[in-house]
């Protein structure tokens, strides 16, 4: 196991073509405040920066599949390994920057590995964060 998280944020992270590490950085900042955890009313009010628990990280280049032709993907905007390596490194510091003085632990998966990845959702609230449509 490399990896793994208890009450928390499963992130899934790709890279596009074009993509720099100040909107890793942007990203990560976004992702630690987003405030999808329920108050004391039921209400999604809080950040992971508030509630504590923890994130795990899995680099996921298939995020930029492109399925809108044909029958197979095309992963043609989806960041080379060699761009989107220090993309996701630069993204992981910001996390761990972010992240050091609160009551958060954060696991990574493997960059470029296959993975088994299992999750159990407690809502479940899933989002998309877009460079294109929210920074």
């Not at 596009?16 to 590490?21: E, Q």
């Not at 509630?51 to 080379?80: E, I």
Request: hydrophobic letters at 40%; aromatic letters at 6%.
């Amino acid at each position: 196991m490399v990896g793994r998280v208890g009450r928390g944020l499963l992130v899934l992270v790709g890279f596009a073509t074009g993509d720099t590490p100040e909107l890793g950085r942007a990203m990560a900042e976004k992702i630690v405040n987003l405030r999808v955890f329920d108050n004391e009313d039921g209400k999604m009010d809080r950040s992971i920066l508030e509630m504590g628990g923890g994130l795990l990280v899995v680099s996921q280049f298939t995020l930029y599949g492109d399925c809108r032709k044909g029958r197979r993907p095309s992963y043609s905007m989806a960041a080379s390994p060699e761009s989107a390596r220090p993309l996701y490194q630069a993204f992981l510091n910001t996390l761990r920057d972010l992240v050091r003085a609160c009551n958060i632990s954060l696991s990574e998966g493997q960059f470029q590995a296959m993975m088994e990845v299992e999750s159990v959702n407690d809502g479940p609230v899933t989002l998309l964060l877009d460079s294109e449509k929210n920074f």
